[in-house]
């Protein structure tokens, strides 16, 4: 897919419900018309219904933490499903166990289709779920990456540069006033001669927030100048938003917490899904823009999402032990 991740994880959604509708009523010409329109309207779209029914192949490989409740097992779907519709399969076995699978089957196509794979090519150092690296640069300033994040470093004569492709990470300067020391996050530069600060992409923008020193951090013809405690949150539509937070709650995941004042709800599920081994979906969508208030648990990541949804009247089930779906609230 090569559209805006709001865009793909859109796609990835209609597929999941496309599968539901017509497992649900595998006869309905109408129904099944609407369906051929749908797939046949944008090449993403068909790209998305081939993974959708892979993922549900595979799925039938896992046994559900809550199988024991259904009254009749998923079948698996015959080999030429991945590239037809459901014919005369038996159908999911409640329509509140449909809407659940949908969930699951958005939530493992996100993670398909994120770009992973690209930002492995393109980046000098990544990190996995949950695992933080410290790196030495060759200038002797030194970089914690956190997890399922990456950087692409780039040091010329007169510049030292470093690209965050993905994540966050957390940067110790050392000075040289002959060479500023560089961060890229995507429209967001961030300038230093020597200090710390934290860096981390967002799905809405991206923030920088200082520990020491001073910085600049400019976006689309606009600067801003940060000191101690300071931070900038920057929109991808060049939106800033600042505000100043005591200097040790910069970066708290570098002691295994994440401390959120105000922040979305969905900002701080991403978040945790760098510390999950696995995919957290919403089958609730509007929850994602409640604002949360809150310290948590990063070495938790689990009993961290409960705690964050419940906060809202959310609950969060666990459908294997790799997927956590949020719903209600």
């Not at 892979?54 to 779907?77: C, E, F, G, S």
């Not at 809150?294 to 990541?301: E, M, Q, T």
Request: hydrophobic share 45%; glycine share 8%.
């Amino acid at each position: 897919m090569t559209g805006s991740q709001e865009e793909q994880d859109r796609i990835a959604t209609e597929a999941a419900r496309w599968l539901v509708a017509l497992e649900e009523d595998p006869d309905n010409a109408a129904l099944l018309a609407r369906f051929e329109t749908w797939r046949r309207a944008d090449p993403e779209h068909e790209v998305a219904w081939l993974s959708t029914s892979d993922i549900y192949d595979l799925m039938a490989h896992t046994t559900p933490v809550h199988a024991a409740n259904w009254q009749r097992p998923v079948t698996r779907p015959r080999s030429h499903a991945r590239r037809n519709p459901p014919g005369r399969r038996p159908s999911m076995r409640r329509r509140a166990a449909a809407s659940l699978v949908a969930a699951t089957i958005a939530a493992c196509l996100a993670l398909i289709f994120l770009p992973g794979l690209v930002i492995r090519f393109q980046a000098d150092h990544v990190t996995q779920t949950a695992e933080v690296q410290t790196l030495r640069l060759e200038d002797g300033s030194i970089v914690r990456l956190a997890p399922d994040s990456a950087i692409d470093v780039a040091f010329r004569a007169g510049e030292r540069r470093v690209h965050l492709l993905k994540g966050e990470a957390f940067f110790e300067v050392r000075p040289d006033p002959q060479r500023p020391f560089r961060v890229v996050a995507r429209d967001v530069e961030t300038t230093v001669l020597g200090t710390s600060f934290n860096v981390r992409l967002m799905r809405d923008g991206a923030e920088v927030s200082v520990r020491s020193g001073l910085v600049a951090v400019d976006t689309k013809g606009r600067q801003e100048r940060l000191e101690v405690g300071d931070w900038v949150q920057v929109g991808w539509n060049g939106v800033m938003h600042r505000g100043g937070i005591p200097r040790d709650e910069v970066a708290p995941w570098l002691h295994g917490q994440i401390v959120a004042r105000d922040r979305p709800l969905a900002d701080v599920v991403d978040e945790l899904r760098r510390y999950f081994p696995g995919a957290i979906a919403f089958a609730a969508s509007g929850l994602g823009s409640r604002r949360v208030t809150g310290v948590y648990n990063l070495a938790d990541p689990a009993s961290a999402l409960r705690a964050v949804v419940g906060t809202h009247g959310g609950s969060v089930s666990e459908v294997t032990p790799w997927l956590l779906v949020i719903r209600g609230g």
